[in-house]
């Protein structure tokens, strides 16, 4: 199973920028997907989540206006579009993959990413 996270990069603060995490080797739809971060010195975070349908999607409450969670099953790529972003949204973004759900816990996903960094200017 390979889940690979692209889209990273340095953006100013008020800019967007859209993460990808295309999967492969498993049954994509089959899966929850998740968001999560993690900046230098903290604990990893949660961002988003999606249900295996994409009907059914979560927000970490400092994210939720701002960043939208979206998957196109048929690609087996789930996207993270972030706008508005800020400074305090520096951070490596971590794509995974979870059979049973989508939740805000990271110990329920089976499949992680390896991350992609991203760094907001002020």
């Known amino acids: 199973v390979q889940l690979q996270a692209s889209g990273g990069g340095l953006v100013q603060a008020g800019g967007f920028l859209r993460l990808s995490c295309a999967a492969s080797g498993l049954t994509f739809s089959n899966y929850g997907m998740g968001w999560f971060r993690q900046a230098p010195g903290k604990e990893r975070e949660f961002v988003a989540g999606?249900?295996?349908?994409?009907?059914?999607?979560k927000y970490a409450d400092s994210m939720k206006g701002r960043f939208t969670i979206s998957r196109d099953n048929a690609k087996n790529t789930v996207y993270l579009q972030m706008n508005s972003l800020k400074p305090e949204d520096t951070a490596v973004y971590y794509c995974a993959a979870d059979f049973t759900g989508w939740g805000i816990g990271t110990t329920t996903y089976n499949y992680w990413g390896q991350g992609t960094q991203v760094t907001v200017s002020s």
């Open positions: 999606i249900s295996w349908s994409g009907g059914t999607t």
